[in-house]
């Protein structure tokens, strides 16, 4: 296609090389730049196609060779020093000493002691020494091959023009700072600042604290994310750093700053240090260049963790930059492309072809319908196509005024493709070009990350969904809500659990736990002990008994881990409740007329630690209006606020919520949660019962005419009740079969249990066997037994048995026909 304008036409009849001492030679034109080192490192990303570039020197300490100056993604995620012995076996070492350039891919690496690869990185590392400079140049490419012939004469260029400053002295007091400069401790977070920046931020010189926090208190929400990756240590490489964040204003809307500083390391008794100047950007901003663009863009996609951010990161970098009109960003998955970003996001921005077949939930489409699209993908290389270039509908109404294709390569593949398209006619000139290229590098290794992190995410969210109910039971007189968010700290799985039991008689059982930990043994035990709780609630135990067992049983299992957990076992029907802690927080209850408050629950050591613990019950009481809140540490705690404020919190923001409106009320306790941990919430709210089931007990003495007695007292009880005399004859004949049957075929004591509730009356006998009757599937007629069963079954409207307390009940409904 004659009229299709590629990458490679940038400038014709020149060579990669060739552009880049004309880019180096023209920032040799400008020495007296502060940031002239910066620039110059970043030409490597854009022409020498590196991931970070960084230089060391000498500094303070003659034996060693510290970061001076660096571009690109973080060095913490190739695992390289601030500094290097000189006489070490490092490549910058080796490379100082030696005078000769060292090109070295991941089998090389291993060889160094001291390279510090990450073992989940693939990535080449090339070290040239500066002459006469004393330092060395260093570059990280993530390229499968390595640094290509093109690549690596780039970086000769780069290091012939590299001139290193010297080593920074360390920032003075307050009073020897600049009006626009500051200097932060990365130890402490006291930091000193200029009068200047002080009126920048609208805060006056005795007003201000010393800490870094206050200032960061001032700036957008939204901004927060980038510039902390600035003043965290963690996130940011030796040398300088640039960016623009808003602080909020009075009035009005908020201010752009610009920050640009320089992380210098600590020594002996000195800790590190964030110094720069912060300036009004409202003045500067025409000073931004498209080398600085991706520098911006690679700090932003070091932190996207997901590909949703990847994208954001994307159109935030390149669509108003370059005043394009709109942004797509696929992922290439088995010949299709996946689109995970529209920007704009309305359907009537886009082609009608993409409203039919890509906006959809999952919206993607087979490359084959877009030939010119699979050549630029087959190619590798950033394709350009200007106005009136002939293109398949899919793709023209992308761009009619101009369309950048840029495919993005990671691994060794090819991860998805961005599009750019403008609806005026658009003038590629030759700095864009080489900023789609340097994007499209490291946009492509950015999705290959984050589309691992979220399908491991996913993984992680699947697992944690099976290992919790999957909705609540409708409870009998209450309503109960739970939530559950897991810690954004990382992929691991944690150990919060919460259930919600219902039991014989009107009972319900909340539990809440936490086992220590957050990887798959913590989930996996989580698993385990929350069936053992509903299996040994289930059985009937008190609730001391049924936490004593699970105690028992996570020590028998023998792990290093150990758990906490709340019981609370509430009669629906009494409003009465019995709580048992094992080292977990305290319930929160808050009473009808609003008042709320700790509940001093007396509590046993956690499940796990203890063979011989007690674990002792408290009463509650419940009154219609009742909200009980049971909770995990992570809701209530964090690095910046101790468990016993936080459940002061808890106690207030229970006592403004709507009890009404329960799902309501759990959204706002969790607005604002630390999601360094897992959070569970589980809420109740007690309304009481409309109607109390009738009830009468009798214990079945084993005489020889037991089951006479039983029904006498049955007779009694329904007479009592108003029962109709069908209904009595039927509960008649039930109790007997159940009587005897517990009589002959257990030992033990047995117990027999009448309740009424709406006519339905419920016969149940309980006895100390586990085992429980067979129905037999024919009876002749010789046979001596059996029958008994078949008799309960034909006159009952419904039967079965529980497990109680190590035995069995055998129950059976009755209701008269209309």
């Known amino acids: 296609m004659a009229n299709v304008v590629s990458e490679g036409a940038a400038a014709v009849g020149r060579t990669r090389t060739e552009r880049a001492e004309t880019a180096l030679e023209a920032l040799t034109d400008l020495p007296g730049t502060p940031d002239r080192l910066r620039r110059v490192l970043e030409q490597a990303l854009v022409f020498a196609g590196a991931a970070f570039a960084g230089v060391y020197a000498p500094g303070d300490d003659p034996s060693l060779l510290c970061l001076a100056e660096s571009a690109g993604l973080p060095r913490t995620l190739y695992g390289l020093r601030d500094a290097y012995p000189i006489a070490g076996r490092s490549p910058v070492a080796e490379a100082h000493r030696t005078g000769r350039p060292q090109w070295l891919g991941p089998q090389e690496l291993a060889g160094f002691s001291e390279a510090r690869r990450t073992p989940s990185s693939a990535f080449s590392l090339a070290v040239l020494p500066l002459d006469p400079a004393g330092g060395c140049l260093l570059a990280v490419g993530e390229h499968p091959g390595g640094f290509g012939t093109d690549d690596r004469s780039c970086l000769q260029l780069i290091a012939r023009a590299i001139a290193v400053p010297a080593p920074a002295a360390p920032a003075g007091d307050a009073g020897e700072l600049p009006p626009d400069a500051f200097s932060l401790a990365m130890d402490t977070g006291r930091v000193e600042v200029g009068d200047a920046i002080l009126r920048l931020f609208g805060i006056a010189r005795e007003e201000f604290d010393g800490r870094v926090e206050t200032l960061l208190g001032l700036t957008v929400p939204e901004d927060l994310p980038a510039l902390m990756s600035v003043v965290e240590a963690d996130h940011m490489s030796i040398g300088e750093r640039e960016l623009e964040f808003r602080v909020l204003q009075p009035s009005g809307p908020p201010k752009w700053l610009r920050l640009r500083g320089r992380l210098l390391p600590g020594g002996e008794g000195r800790a590190a240090r964030l110094v720069g ?42 669509r108003g930059p370059l005043k394009a009109d709109r942004i797509a960003l696929a992922e290439l998955e088995n010949d ?199 299996a040994y609630a289930v059985e009937g135990h008190d609730p001391d008994v049924v936490v004593a067992h699970a105690n028992r049983l996570l020590l028998d299992m023998e792990t290093d881990l150990f758990a906490t957990c709340a019981y609370v076992d509430v009669d629906m029907e009494q409003g009465v409740a019995w709580c048992v802690r094992a080292g977990h927080l305290q319930p929160v209850v808050r009473h009808p007329d609003g008042t709320t408050e700790i509940v001093e629950a007396e509590g046993g050591p956690p499940l796990g630690v203890l063979g011989q613990a007690e674990f002792p019950m408290t009463q509650l009481r ?52 630390h999601r360094g941990d897992d959070v569970a919430l589980l809420l109740m709210r007690y309304d009481g019962m409309a109607v109390r089931p009738l009830r009468e007990s009798w214990t079945v003495w084993r005489l020889p005419d037991a089951v006479r007695h039983a029904r006498r007292f049955t007779r009694r009880t329904l007479r009592a009740w108003g029962v109709s005399q069908d209904t009595m004859e039927a509960a008649l004949l039930v109790v007997s079969e159940l009587v005897t049957n517990a009589l002959v075929h257990t030992a033990g004591q047995v117990r027999l249990d009448l309740s009424l509730v709406n006519h339905r009356l419920r016969l149940a006998v309980t006895d100390s066997s586990p085992r429980s009757p067979v129905q037999p599937p024919a009876i002749g007629w010789e046979a001596t037994g059996g029958r008994g069963i078949l008799l309960v079954q034909a006159v009952s409207a419904a039967w079965g048995t529980l497990p109680v307390s190590g035995g069995k009940q055998v129950w059976a409904d009755i209701v008269p026909d209309d």
Request: charged letters at 20%.
């Open 622 to 673: 419940f009154r219609p209006g009742t909200v009980l809140a049971l909770t995990t540490d992570g809701l209530v705690e964090s690095p910046g606020c101790d468990i016993d404020a936080g459940m002061d919190r808890l106690v207030r923001e229970l006592a403004a919520a709507d009890p009404a409106h329960l799902d309501l009320a759990a959204d706002a306790l969790l607005t604002g949660a």
């Open 277 to 318: 100047t912060v300036a009004d950007a409202s003045t500067l901003r025409s000073d931004v260049t498209d080398v600085a663009r991706v520098q911006r863009l690679a700090a932003a996609l070091a932190t996207a963790g997901t590909v949703k951010d990847v994208g954001q990161a994307v159109v935030a970098a390149l």
């Open 336 to 534: 299709r492309l996946v689109v995970t970003v529209l920007d704009p996001p309305e359907p009537e921005a886009w082609p009608e072809v993409w409203r039919s077949e890509w906006r959809s939930e999952w919206p993607d489409a087979p490359v084959r319908a877009m030939p010119t699209l699979a050549a630029a993908l087959r190619e590798g290389r950033s394709r350009i196509w200007p106005a009136g270039t002939p293109l398949e509908p899919t793709l023209a109404g992308v761009g009619p005024g101009g369309l950048a294709v840029l495919p993005l390569p990671a691994g060794g593949r090819m991860a998805g493709a961005c599009l750019i398209g403008w609806d005026r006619p658009h003038d590629f000139a030759p700095d864009e070009r080489a900023l789609l290229t340097a994007c499209a590098a490291l946009t492509g290794q950015a999705l290959l990350r984050a589309h691992a992190f979220d399908a491991e995410h996913e993984l992680v969210g699947m697992l944690q969904r099976t290992l919790l109910p999957r909705r609540l039971p409708r409870l009998p007189g209450a309503v109960a809500v739970a939530r559950y968010l897991p810690t954004t700290a990382g992929l691991e799985v944690g150990g919060d659990w919460y259930d919600v039991i219902p039991l014989a008689d009107n009972h319900v059982a909340l539990v809440i736990g936490d086992v220590q930990g957050h990887n798959a043994g913590a989930a996996t035990l989580m698993g385990q002990m929350r069936t053992a709780l509903r």
